[in-house]
C-alpha cells in the first residue's frame, strides 16, 4: 500500500510539473501582458518601466526558471493586475469555491444517488419516469439558463431567496442546486444503471430469495455498485471546483473561477497559472483519494494490493 | 418623494445649471483616466483656465464661470414623464434630510483590479471607487466642467512652472485631522519621490513634469513642474491625511486608505463588494448623501442585475443593454435612466497605418461610401432600442471643438455605389475586425450589422473576432488589416488633444500611432501646446472637420449608458456622458 501510494504521489507531482509548465508556455503565448497594463498614451520608457516591475523584461526562459523556483517553495507569484500575492489572492478566494462545490455536491450525490436507486429498484414505473427525466434534464440544460429560470422563479417571482451574492445559506440554495444540476443527473444515471447491474446478479438473487428487507438490499446493491459511482463522484467534485466559472458569474459569487476569468483577461499570467495549478492540485488530491476509497469499498482491490490474485 | 408607479425612460436635462464651484464633484485623476481605457482628457478645462491665469479664483476650469451655488440633483420623475426633473428639492445648502434608507446598493459589471487607493486607481471602471473616498482640488460638475473643491482657486507663476493652490478652511479628513497643505504635498510626493514611486508607472506622465511641492502655509500649497504643464490641475493627486499614511505606511494605506471624500472606507471583498459609510464630518452639506452606508457590489451577468433591482437587493444597476431597458418598461418600480453619448463607436480605416503599402481605404471617397453604405438611424432603433444615435462627427459633443453644423453623412448606398465604381473598388473585399467591449454594448452585433450593409453596396467584408485581450495589444502594435472597429468612451474625450491621442488619429501619439497625417499631427502639435482655453477649442474646431473630411474612423454609432433605479433612490443625477457609478453628490434616497 505504501508503494501504491507512494507512486500515485510521484504521478502527481509530474502532474502538476506538466500543467505548470503547459500553462507557463500558453499564457506567455498569449501575448505580452504589458500590453493591457499601460495607458493609450504611455511612452517606450512608460512601457519598458512596467516590464522591468513585472518581471516582463526578462527572456522567456529566465522566467521559467524563476517561475519554477518561486513555484517550489509555494510561492506562486505577484499578480499583476491585483498587484498582491497570489496566494493570498487564491486563499481568499477558493474557501467561497470550496464552499459552494461542497454544497453542490452534497445536493448532487444525495439526490442523484437517491434518485438513481429509486429509480433502479423501481424500474419502468412513473417513479423511473421521473428520474430519468430528471437525469436527461440535469445534463441538458446550460448551467446558466438553469441559473437564471431558478433565479426569474425563486428569487425574483417567489422572493424565496436572494438572486445572488454571498451571505448566509440562503444565498447558497440557488448557485448550489444550479452548479448541482448536472452531477445530480449524471450521478443518478450511472447509479441507475449500476445498481440495475447489480440486481441482476445471482449473489442479489440470492438475498432476495432469503428473504432479506428491502433497506438492507438496497445498502448491499450499493456498495457493489458503488465503484463507478465513487470514481464519477470523485470527478465531479473536482470539476464543480475547477468548472464553477459561469455559476459564479451569473451568481455573482466570488470564487476561484471569477478570478480566473478576470485574470485571463487582463493577461494576468501568474494569477491563471496559480489558479489552475491549485485546481490541479485539488484534481489529484481528489482522484487520489479516490483510488484509495476503491480499496475500502472492494475487497478485492485490498487483495490485489497485497498481491493476491482475484477471480475473474 | 416620487413613487415609481409606471416605468420611464428619462433622459439627462441638459440644461441644468452647473453646480456651486467647490461644492460637488469628483475627481478626475490622472491615472484613473490613464490606464484602463485611455487616456483621460479632462485636462484641456484646466489647461486654459492656467493659460490665462494669473489668479483664477473660482471659476470653472476652462474658461466656463460657474453659476450662483446651486446644488442639483436630476428628481425622478413622476409616472408618465419623460424627462428628468431638474432640482432635487432635497438638496439644498443647508444640507439633506437624512433618508429612511440607509444603505444604498449600486450594481456594476466589475471593477477591474478594484484598488480602493484612489492613487492606484487605474482605469475607468475604477472611478466609482475613486470618487467614492477622494475629494479633489478641482472637480467635475455635473456638465463635465471641473470646478475648485478642496481649493478655492490658483495662481500659476509667469514661468508656468509653479502653480499656487489656495485651499479651503474647515475641510475634515476621515481620520478626524484637519485638511491642509501638507496633505496635498504628501500626496505628491507619495507618487513623485516617495520610496514606492517607481511602481506608479500609470502616473508616468505626471511624474514627468511635476517636481515637488513646498508648503507654503496651512492653506497653501505650491505645486512645481519642471516643464508647463496645463493639465496639473485636474491631474493632481488627491490629498491623503498625511499623519495616517505616515503611521500606518503605504501598504496598509493602500489596503485602507483615508482621504476626505463622501465616504468613509470600510471593507472591500474581492470580486464581490466594496463598502463605505457616511463621512459624517463631511465639508460639503450639499454633496453630503443622505444614506448612511453605500455598497459597490459587482454583479457581472446583467441579468442577475436585472434580478438584483427588480428584488430589491440592488438599489441601482449600471451597464444595461438596450433591449435588456426595453423590457424593464413593464416594471412598475423600476425606472430606467438614460446617460446619452457616452461611447462612440468607430470604424477606424485601419489600413491608413501602414504608409507604404496600398490599399483602397487609403482613398477618402472609398471611406465616404463605406459610412454612406451603413443605415445608422436603423441601427440605433433595432439594435441599441432608440437608446443610440447617429453622429454627425467623429468628434464627440463634450469634446471642445465639436462642431454643432457639421452634418451627419447621410445613409445614401446607391450614392456609395457610385463612389466606389469611379474609385474602381466595385467589388471591394476587405477586413473588419472586432471585439467585444463594455464600452460600446452588442460590438460583434454592430459589426455583423456594417458588413450586411456594405455587402448590399457589393462590398465583401470578413468578420474578425478577437478576443478583448489579444485585439486591443493587436490594435495598438499594427497587427491588423483592412478595417478595425474600436470603441472611444467620450468621457474621456474632454480635451480635443485626447481625442486624437487616444483615438489613434494622431500618428506622434507616442505608443499608438496610426494615421501618419501630417496636417493632422501639424493640428495636434498646436493645440498640445496652446493654454488659451479659447484658441484650443478653435483649433479642436479645426481638427474635428478635418477629422470629418477625411474620415480616418468613421463615425458609426453614440450610445447611451442605461442604468435602472430602484425605488429607494428619489433622485438621480449624474455627470454628462458620464458611463461610470457615481459619485454619488446628486443621489437622494427615499
Not at chain 1, 88 to 96: F, K, S
Not at chain 1, 125 to 149: C, R
Not at chain 2, 93 to 101: F, L, M, P
Request: hydrophobic letters at 45%.
Amino acid at each position: 500500500m505504501v508503494r501504491y501510494v507512494l507512486a500515485r504521489l510521484g504521478q502527481s507531482i509530474l502532474v502538476l510539473f506538466v500543467v505548470a509548465t503547459v500553462v507557463f508556455g500558453l499564457s506567455r503565448a498569449s501575448g505580452n501582458a504589458v500590453d493591457l497594463f499601460i495607458p493609450q498614451d504611455a511612452t517606450a520608457e512608460t512601457k519598458a518601466q512596467v516590464e522591468k516591475n513585472l518581471g516582463l523584461d526578462k527572456s522567456i526562459p529566465q522566467q521559467y526558471v524563476a517561475y519554477l523556483k518561486n513555484l517550489a517553495q509555494g510561492d506562486l507569484g505577484q499578480s499583476f493586475a491585483y498587484r498582491r500575492d497570489v496566494n493570498g489572492l487564491v486563499r481568499t478566494a477558493l474557501p467561497n469555491t470550496i464552499e459552494l462545490g461542497v454544497c453542490a455536491f452534497a445536493f448532487g450525490a444525495i439526490f442523484g444517488v437517491g434518485i438513481g436507486v429509486l429509480s433502479a429498484m423501481r424500474q419502468g414505473s412513473w417513479l423511473d419516469s421521473v428520474g430519468k427525466g430528471l437525469a436527461l434534464v440535469g445534463q441538458s440544460v446550460p448551467s446558466f439558463f438553469l441559473g437564471m429560470i431558478l433565479v426569474i422563479v425563486f428569487a425574483v417571482s417567489f422572493r424565496l431567496f436572494p438572486p445572488f451574492g454571498q451571505g448566509g445559506f440562503s444565498h447558497l440554495v440557488l448557485p448550489a442546486i444550479t452548479l448541482g444540476a448536472f452531477p445530480l443527473a449524471s450521478l443518478s444515471r450511472l447509479t441507475r444503471s449500476a445498481v440495475i447491474e447489480v440486481l441482476r446478479k445471482d449473489h442479489t438473487l440470492f438475498e432476495r430469495a432469503k428473504g432479506v428487507s428491502g433497506a438492507r438490499l438496497v445498502v448491499h446493491t450499493l456498495r457493489n455498485a458503488s465503484l463507478p459511482i465513487v470514481t464519477l463522484a470523485g470527478i465531479q467534485l473536482g470539476g464543480l471546483f475547477s468548472g464553477a466559472v459561469i455559476v459564479e458569474t451569473v451568481f455573482a459569487w466570488p470564487g476561484v473561477g471569477r478570478l480566473a476569468i478576470q485574470a485571463i483577461s487582463l493577461r494576468d499570467y501568474n494569477v491563471v497559472q496559480g489558479v489552475v495549478l491549485v485546481n490541479t492540485a485539488i484534481f489529484v488530491v481528489l482522484l487520489f483519494l479516490v483510488d484509495v476509497s476503491y480499496g475500502l469499498l472492494d475487497p478485492r482491490v485490498r487483495r490485489q494490493g497485497r498481491g493476491v490474485a482475484t477471480a475473474s | 418623494m416620487d413613487e415609481f408607479d409606471a416605468p420611464t425612460v428619462y433622459h439627462h436635462d441638459e440644461s441644468m445649471p452647473p453646480i456651486e464651484p467647490g461644492t460637488f464633484g469628483f475627481a478626475v485623476s490622472r491615472r484613473s483616466l490613464l490606464a484602463g481605457g485611455g487616456a483621460l482628457a479632462l485636462s484641456a478645462f484646466l489647461a486654459a483656465c492656467g493659460s490665462s491665469s494669473k489668479s483664477t479664483t473660482p471659476t470653472t476650469a476652462g474658461g466656463a464661470t460657474t453659476a450662483p451655488p446651486t446644488s442639483a440633483a436630476n428628481a425622478i420623475p413622476a409616472a408618465g414623464s419623460s424627462t428628468t426633473a431638474g432640482n432635487a428639492t432635497t438638496t439644498t445648502a443647508a444640507g439633506r434630510v437624512d433618508a429612511k434608507t440607509e444603505t444604498i446598493a449600486i450594481g456594476v459589471a466589475s471593477l477591474q483590479e478594484a484598488y480602493v487607493d484612489p492613487q492606484w486607481a487605474t482605469g475607468g471602471l475604477i472611478f466609482p471607487l475613486m470618487w467614492a473616498i477622494s475629494d479633489f482640488l478641482y472637480m467635475q460638475n455635473q456638465e463635465g466642467k471641473f470646478v475648485p473643491t478642496l481649493a478655492t482657486g490658483y495662481t500659476l507663476s509667469d514661468d508656468k512652472l509653479k502653480w499656487t493652490f489656495k485651499l479651503r478652511s474647515g475641510v475634515k479628513m476621515h481620520d478626524g485631522s484637519t485638511f491642509s497643505a501638507k496633505d496635498v504635498k504628501t500626496a505628491v510626493d507619495r507618487v513623485v519621490s516617495g520610496p514606492n514611486a517607481k511602481d506608479f508607472t500609470h502616473l508616468n506622465n505626471f511624474k514627468t513634469y511635476v517636481t515637488g511641492a513646498n508648503v507654503i502655509d496651512d492653506l497653501t500649497v505650491e505645486v512645481v513642474t519642471g516643464k508647463p504643464f496645463s493639465t496639473l490641475v485636474v491631474d493632481m493627486a488627491p490629498p491623503i491625511a498625511t499623519d495616517y499614511y505616515t503611521k500606518v505606511g503605504d501598504a496598509a494605506f493602500k489596503a485602507k486608505p483615508v482621504c476626505s471624500g463622501a465616504w468613509k472606507f470600510v471593507s472591500q471583498e474581492l470580486n464581490a463588494n466594496v463598502k463605505y459609510e457616511r463621512h459624517e464630518d463631511y465639508w460639503d452639506p450639499t454633496r453630503k448623501p443622505n444614506f448612511k452606508k453605500l455598497v459597490y457590489a459587482i454583479v457581472p451577468d446583467e441579468s442577475a442585475r436585472v434580478a438584483g433591482i427588480k428584488t430589491g437587493t440592488l438599489d441601482i444597476a449600471y451597464g444595461l443593454t438596450g433591449s435588456t431597458a426595453d423590457g424593464l418598461k413593464s416594471e412598475a418600480n423600476v425606472k430606467i435612466v438614460e446617460i446619452k453619448e457616452t461611447g462612440l463607436a468607430y470604424c477606424m480605416m485601419y489600413d491608413n497605418v501602414y504608409p507604404d503599402q496600398p490599399s483602397p481605404l487609403k482613398d477618402v471617397n472609398v471611406r465616404k461610401a463605406l459610412l454612406m453604405a451603413i443605415d445608422r438611424d436603423a441601427i440605433g432603433k433595432a439594435l441599441y432600442k432608440g437608446f443610440a444615435v447617429t453622429p454627425s462627427s467623429a468628434t464627440p459633443k463634450i469634446t471642445p471643438g465639436y462642431n454643432p453644423a457639421t452634418k451627419a453623412v447621410p445613409f445614401d448606398p446607391e450614392g456609395a455605389k457610385k463612389l466606389l465604381a469611379a474609385a474602381g473598388q466595385a467589388d471591394l473585399t476587405l477586413t473588419l475586425n472586432t471585439y467585444t467591449t463594455t464600452t460600446i454594448p452588442d460590438m460583434v452585433k454592430l459589426t455583423e450589422a456594417i458588413v450586411s450593409y456594405w455587402s448590399q453596396v457589393g462590398v465583401k467584408a470578413t468578420i474578425n473576432n478577437v478576443e478583448a485581450a489579444t485585439y486591443l495589444p493587436s490594435f495598438r502594435n499594427k497587427q491588423l488589416k483592412g478595417a478595425a472597429m474600436i470603441a472611444g468612451p467620450t468621457f474621456f474625450y474632454l480635451e480635443p488633444s485626447r481625442l486624437s491621442a487616444t483615438s489613434f488619429f494622431w500618428s506622434k501619439a507616442p505608443y499608438t500611432p496610426i494615421v501618419g497625417d501630417t496636417k493632422l499631427d501639424a493640428l495636434v502639435d498646436q493645440i498640445n501646446v496652446e493654454t488659451d482655453f479659447d484658441k484650443r477649442t478653435a483649433l479642436g474646431r479645426q481638427q474635428a472637420d478635418y477629422l470629418d473630411e477625411q474620415l480616418y474612423g468613421l463615425p458609426i454609432i453614440t450610445t447611451s449608458s442605461l442604468v435602472a433605479v430602484g425605488p429607494n433612490v428619489t433622485a438621480f443625477g449624474f455627470i454628462k456622458s458620464n458611463p461610470y457609478a457615481g459619485p454619488t453628490s446628486w443621489i437622494i434616497a427615499k
